[in-house]
C-alpha cells in the first residue's frame, strides 16, 4: 500500500535518475500467503534484469530478497525491521525509527502518559509486534527507559486489515473490556492514522483533549488534519538524493553499505496532558454487533 511518503519519493527519485539516465519503473507487491503467486513475481522481477531494484516494501520475507540478491540483481533496500541472515550484496538505506519513536513515545510518558496504545503497519508480517519491527521495538525502548510496563490491553494482537484495527480502536474505548481506556495512541501509517481519527470522531472523543495522537509519518495527512498532527519523519528530498547515490554505487560494482537517516520530531497540536477521566465513548452498532460474535 504506497503512502504519500512513498508518491513523494518516487517524484523525486524519478527526477534524479532522469537526469542521470536512468528510467524508474514502479512495481506493486501484494501481500498474500500464495506460495506460487510471490515465486512467480520473484521470477518475474530477475527476468527483467533491472539496472537495480529499490525495495521498500516490509511484504517481502528475507529469503525472497536474498534471491533477488544471489540472481545478480542490484538491490537497496529500505530497512524498518531486523534481518537474519541478509545477503551481504545488499545495500541498505535504515530510517532510524527505532530512536525517533523512543522520542516521540517518551515525550509522551513525560507528559504524563503512561497509558499509550501503538497500532501497526498493516504490511508487516505477522507478529507486528517483534523486537525486530523498529518502531515497536522504539515503543518498548520508551517505557524501558522511564521503567514502566507494557499494558497489552493497547496493543492489538492481530491486525490483518482496518477493519481489525477500527475493531481494537473500538474494545479499547469500550470500558467494558478495558476499564481504564488509553490517553494517547501511536499510529505507524498515515492510512492507520486516518482509521484512528474516523472512529474517534464517530465515537465523540476529542484530540487532543480527551486522546492524545501521534503518527510514526510526517505524511501530508499530518499537516492537512484539525488540529495538525505531532509526527516523526524525514525529508523525502534528502533520502531520494541518498538512495539514488547508493543505487548508482551498486550500478557501478561498489561496495554495498548501510546508510542511516536520523528522523525529526515534529510537534503539533495533536498531544496533550492526559484527562483526568477519557469520556465515555459513543460506541457503533457494527462494534457491538461483532463484540457479541467474539
Do not use: W
Request: with cysteine; hydrophobic share 40%.
Amino acid at each position: 500500500q504506497l503512502n504519500d511518503i512513498f508518491n513523494d519519493l518516487l517524484f523525486y527519485l524519478g527526477d534524479i535518475a532522469n537526469a542521470r539516465g536512468y528510467q524508474i519503473a514502479l512495481i506493486n507487491v501484494q501481500k498474500t500467503k500464495d506460495y506460487y503467486a510471490t515465486e512467480g513475481f520473484i521470477n518475474t522481477l530477475v527476468s527483467r534484469h533491472y539496472d537495480a531494484i529499490f525495495i521498500m516494501n516490509s511484504s517481502l520475507t528475507e529469503q525472497q530478497i536474498n534471491r533477488l540478491a544471489k540472481s545478480g540483481t542490484k538491490v537497496l533496500l529500505y530497512v524498518t525491521r531486523d534481518y537474519d541472515t541478509l545477503n551481504p550484496s545488499v545495500s541498505c538505506i535504515v530510517p532510524n525509527y527505532r530512536t525517533g519513536v523512543k522520542e516521540a513515545v517518551t515525550r509522551l510518558i513525560d507528559m504524563g502518559h503512561t497509558k499509550i496504545s501503538i497500532l501497526p503497519n498493516l504490511c508487516y508480517p505477522m507478529p507486528q509486534y517483534s523486537i525486530s519491527n523498529h518502531r515497536f521495538a522504539g515503543y518498548m525502548d520508551a517505557f524501558t527507559s522511564r521503567k514502566i510496563p507494557l499494558n497489552m490491553e493497547y496493543i492489538p494482537a492481530f491486525c490483518q486489515s482496518l477493519s481489525d484495527i477500527a475493531f481494537h480502536i473500538h474494545q479499547m474505548f469500550d470500558k467494558t473490556v478495558t476499564p481504564e481506556p488509553p490517553t494517547a495512541i501511536c499510529a505507524d501509517e498515515p492510512f492507520v492514522v486516518a482509521t484512528v481519527l474516523k472512529q474517534l470522531t464517530a465515537m465523540k472523543l476529542r484530540v487532543p483533549e480527551d486522546v492524545s495522537l501521534v503518527c510514526f509519518s510526517n505524511s501530508t495527512l499530518t499537516t492537512i488534519t484539525t488540529p495538525e498532527l505531532t509526527a516523526i519523519g524525514f525529508e523525502t528530498s534528502e533520502l531520494a538524493d541518498i538512495s539514488m547515490e547508493m543505487i548508482q554505487e551498486l550500478i557501478e560494482g561498489k561496495s554495498p553499505r548501510t546508510c542511516v537517516i536520523e528522523l525529526n520530531y515534529y510537534s503539533n497540536g495533536s498531544i496533550a496532558t492526559p484527562p483526568v477521566s477519557v469520556p465515555t465513548a459513543v460506541l457503533p452498532p457494527e462494534y457491538l454487533n461483532r463484540r457479541k460474535e467474539h
